[in-house]
């Protein structure tokens, strides 16, 4: 109990939320705090949709109201800041713009997809909360560059550089590239589904999940580096969290087999003791 009391002071009363005048920054979450600079690098844009689902989530514990002021908080800070107007998700507001790497800034950077995701989740969860217009219509004009961002395969680009008109899929690194871990972005849309009943935003889920099972190997393993055919846990753990939380929703029982199959891989890849 007194570390869920100190989590919940952290995350409220820390500063990994920021609370103040300035429009640019207020309510956005940070990423982490740097213990050599003293300092947060960036408010990041995909842990601020993390984090309006886990203000929800300790509202629905505890109805207290502070959560959903907090929540509101961010999600106007992803309405005032972080949204392009081509409907996707800036993903990175660096306080020190001369420490800004260009391939994910807001003022060059690419806005990708699944960071995207994550806000319309978070964004279309309190709209279901709180029923406020702005958040429903911000969440429709998300939905839908998601959609956009779909091949025809069910696969997503996994980033648009808006400067160039440049639809990116590059093997360089796990998420620069579309793979599994896109399913993950079918709970935004499935939220959405729920919400408008358009089956547009449930078929994207669906396609999303379908294109995933192809990704997984014999070994249970999804692939999550197409340049070496190697296996990231982070990524691959994306991968079963989309098709866990689709196929129990959706009741298509392949998504849950598969869901399976790649937790236990991750179990049988996780070391008996620490390294010494």
């Avoid at 800004?100 to 994550?118: L, P």
């Amino acid at each position: 109990m007194k570390e869920a009391i100190a989590i919940k002071n952290w995350l409220l009363n820390s500063g990994i939320q920021n609370i103040g005048k300035d429009r640019h920054i207020n309510g956005g979450f940070n990423s982490w705090f740097s213990m050599d600079k003293k300092n947060y690098p960036f408010i990041y844009s995909e842990i601020t949709g993390y984090g309006i689902t886990t203000l929800l989530f300790l509202y629905e514990t505890e109805k207290d109201s502070i959560y959903i002021e907090r929540a509101e908080l961010a999600a106007d800070w992803i309405l005032n800041t972080a949204l392009h107007p081509c409907g996707g998700i800036k993903s990175r507001y660096y306080y020190s713009k001369n420490e800004a790497n260009d391939n994910y800034s807001f003022e060059k950077g690419n806005i990708f997809v699944f960071d995207t995701a994550m806000a319309l989740f978070g964004l279309s969860s309190l709209y279901k909360q709180t029923k406020k217009e702005k958040y429903l219509e911000a969440s429709k004009k998300i939905a839908d560059f998601l959609v956009r961002m779909q091949k025809d395969n069910g696969q997503f680009f996994a980033f648009y550089n808006p400067g160039r008109n440049f639809f990116g899929d590059i093997d360089d690194k796990w998420s620069n590239q579309s793979g599994s871990y896109h399913a993950k972005i079918a709970l935004g849309l499935l939220n959405m589904h729920d919400i408008t009943k358009k089956d547009t935003y449930k078929g994207s889920a669906i396609k999303a999940c379908d294109s995933a099972l192809n990704f997984q190997k014999d070994d249970r393993r999804f692939v999550t580096s197409r340049k070496d055919s190697t296996t990231h846990q982070h990524p691959h753990c994306y991968s079963a969290e989309g098709l866990l939380y689709c196929g129990l929703k959706l009741g298509i029982k392949k998504y849950v087999d598969s869901a399976i199959k790649a937790i236990e891989w991750s179990l049988n890849s996780q070391l008996e003791k620490l390294l010494q």
